[in-house]
Each structure stands twice: as C-alpha cells, then as structure tokens.
Nanobody, 126 residues
Framework: QVQLVESGGDSVQAGGSLGLSCVVS??????????MAWFRQAPGKEREGVAAIASTGATSSADSVKGRFTITRDNAKNTLFLQMDRLEPKDAAVYYC??????????????????WGQGTQVTVSS
C-alpha cells in the first residue's frame, strides 16, 4: 500500500531553519505523476495547506509562508522536501506530507489529497 514517511521535525529557535523530508513508497515508478503537498496542524486549529507541488513542478504556497518556505521534489528518490527558513513561533505544528494521483492540479485543500503521512513535529521557540 501507499506509505508516506516524514522526517526532519525538530525544535528550533525563531529565525532558524529546518528541512523536512517525506519518502513515498508503494506507488512504484509513478511518483512523478502525483501531486504532493505539505500541511500543518497546530493544537486546537484546523489542518492548513502550507505548500504544494504538481507533477509538472509548478508550486503553490500559503501566503503565511511565502518567501520563507520552499517545496521541492526528487522524483528519482520518491521524496518530497520542505525547506523552512526564518521560522516563527506561529509555524510550530505537526507537519504532514500528502499525495494524490491528480498530479497536474495544484491544491492546498486537505480534502483533495488521498494519502497522508503520520506527521513530524516542528517546535519553534521565541
């Protein structure tokens, strides 16, 4: 079955950087046809889209992270990345990786993604 495994979550100080990774398995050689995204969920809040990348390589990101977070993918390694710079306390959350077969359509809506990872915790102290 399809599995997504995130890694890289950690505790950092405000202004610092962190890189997250997500390895996808169970989809054979079709990873490059999937759209991928990062979401996050803080305690008591709804899950929100952070950044997405289509099978074409086109990207989209939430206004709150524009200019600070970068989403990329390595299709040869079935891996998704999120580089987070200039982190702020409001960025603290559990970060989730998500995948969906409708590869060409960018979306930051959680209900548009079929497969999810278990999440990795990011803590940002002021």
């Amino acid at each position: 079955q399809v599995q997504l495994v995130e890694s890289g979550g950690d505790s950092v100080q405000a202004g610092g950087s962190l890189g997250l990774s997500c390895v996808v398995s169970g989809i054979g050689m079709t990873y490059d046809t999937y759209r991928m995204a990062w979401f996050r969920q803080a305690p008591g809040k709804e899950r929100e889209g952070v950044a997405a990348i289509a099978s074409t390589g086109a990207t989209s990101s939430a206004d709150s992270v524009k200019g600070r977070f970068t989403i990329t993918r390595d299709n040869a390694k079935n891996t998704l990345f999120l580089q987070m710079d200039r982190l702020e306390p409001k960025d603290a959350a559990v970060y989730y990786c998500a995948a969906d077969k409708r590869g060409r359509l960018l979306s930051l809506r959680p209900d548009q993604y079929l497969y999810w990872g278990q999440g990795t915790q990011v803590t940002v102290s002021s």
